[in-house]
C-alpha cells in the first residue's frame, strides 16, 4: 500500500531573513524528539543544550551544492530541510517538521516533493542518531531507505572524527536506491 501525499505540502527556498528561524525551529524539533525518549535529563546534548548544534545546521545549509527548503502546510511554515545534491548523488542533510503537526504526512510529503525536484538522483544517503525511532521509521517505513551501517565508538565514521570518541551514542547511515520500474 502506497502511502498517501498530502497535497497542501509544498517547498519554498530559505530566504536570507528567515535563516535564523529555520535554525531554531531545526534544533526545537530535534529537542523535542530526544526530550521524549530521554526526558529532561538528556546527555546526548552537542552545545548550548541542543541536539543538533548552530555550527552542524550551518554548516549543511552552507554546504557545496546545498539546497535549504522551507516545508509548508497550507502556506504556513512548518519545517525544513536541507538537500545536495552532485550527479546522481543527493544527501539529506537536515529535514523536521514541527513537533505540533507530527504524523500528518507533511515529512513524507515534503520527501516525495524532493525526490520529484532531482529526478537525475540515483542514489540518496541520510543519517540519523541511533535514539531517534521516529526518524528510523520514517527513512525505512515511509520513504523506502535502507540502514546501511552503524557508526559507533567501534565502528567510527571517517568523516565524523567524534564518532570515535567515548562519548560516541551512534548514528545510522541510510541510503534509497532508486529504481525504475517498467511494466
Known amino acids: 500500500m502506497?502511502?498517501?501525499?498530502?497535497?497542501?505540502?509544498?517547498?519554498?527556498?530559505?530566504?536570507p531573513d528567515d535563516r535564523e528561524q529555520f535554525i531554531l525551529d531545526n534544533q526545537w524539533a530535534f529537542k523535542y524528539g530526544?526530550?521524549?525518549?530521554?526526558?529532561?535529563?538528556?546527555?546526548?546534548?552537542?552545545?548550548d543544550g541542543e541536539i543538533i548544534s548552530r555550527a552542524t545546521i550551518e554548516a549543511s545549509i552552507d554546504g557545496a551544492n546545498a539546497e535549504t527548503y522551507r516545508i509548508l502546510l497550507d502556506g504556513e511554515i512548518v519545517g525544513g530541510a536541507v538537500i545536495s545534491v552532485e550527479g546522481e548523488c543527493g544527501e539529506l542533510e537536515l529535514l523536521?517538521?514541527?513537533?505540533?503537526?507530527?504524523?500528518?504526512?507533511?515529512?513524507?510529503s515534503a520527501w516525495c516533493l524532493i525526490e520529484q525536484l532531482h529526478p537525475e538522483v540515483r542514489v540518496w544517503k541520510t543519517n540519523t542518531p541511533y535514539f531517534e525511532k521516529r526518524n528510523i521509521h520514517f527513512y525505512v517505513n515511509r520513504c523506502g531507505f535502507h540502514i546501511v551501517e552503524y557508526f559507533n565508538r567501534h565502528h567510527p565514521d571517517a568523516n565524523d572524527p567524534e564518532s570515535a570518541s567515548e562519548n560516541s551514542d551512534g548514528m545510522f547511515?541510510?541510503?534509497?536506491?532508486m529504481i525504475e520500474c517498467h511494466d
Open 2 to 15: 502506497k502511502a498517501k501525499i498530502n497535497d497542501n505540502v509544498t517547498l519554498s527556498p530559505l530566504h
Open 34 to 47: 530526544a526530550t521524549e525518549e530521554f526526558g529532561l535529563r538528556d546527555n546526548h546534548l552537542e552545545e
Open 96 to 108: 523536521f517538521v514541527n513537533p505540533e503537526v507530527h504524523s500528518k504526512g507533511i515529512g513524507y
Open 173 to 177: 547511515r541510510f541510503q534509497k536506491v
